[in-house]
């Protein structure tokens, strides 16, 4: 099994209240032991940043001394771990969501268009950052992730200045 560390950014289709959900999953199996971290920056107020890390230990009572987690890629592969958090932290969104604003949550999940994350880039990071709400969670999350790929990624971001999107009113065809 090829150890490596896995960065994903993913986007919801749904406006939850201010914008589209943001979603950061990383995977990591270069240390001693596997670990996975997601990151759901829901635009909602009541409910801003949704934050896990986890890693896998196994249980040194009663465990094999041979044990090696490559010995088992279906459960500890960062593709494994990868796919463990996008859904952990999906769960975990539409049940704190749920706990939140019940009426947001049935609307945006049990109403017409089924909510789903689209794999994109890391560009997504520039948009956040733009909107100015989240500087102090990009911030700690530089100290607070296990992830190189991340902290490399949020340290190019935070060198930026800070950036102010205005718009044109829209061409209208009257």
Known sequence: MKRQS???????????????PVLIVVADDQKWQPFGE????????KLPLISQK????????????DFKYENFPNL???????????????????TDLSEADRNRYMGVFWNGQ??????????????????GTYETALRKMVSYTSSES??????????????E???????RLE
């Open 114 to 131: 089924l909510f789903e994350f689209t794999e994109t880039d890391k560009s997504v990071l520039l948009q956040l950052w733009t909107l």
């Open 38 to 45: 997601y990151y759901v920056f829901t635009g909602v107020t």
């Open 150 to 163: 991340l902290r490399g990624v949020l340290k190019e971001l935070l060198v930026l200045p800070k950036v």
């Open 76 to 94: 500890f592969s960062t593709e494994a771990v990868l796919k463990y958090q996008f859904r952990a932290a999906r769960w975990q969104m539409e």
């Open 6 to 20: 896995l960065l994903k950014f993913y986007i919801g289709n749904k406006i939850l209240e201010r914008h589209l």
């Open 165 to 171: 999107v205005k718009s044109a009113p829209p061409l």
């Open 54 to 65: 986890n890693t896998f230990c196994a249980d040194k009572e009663g465990i094999d001394p």
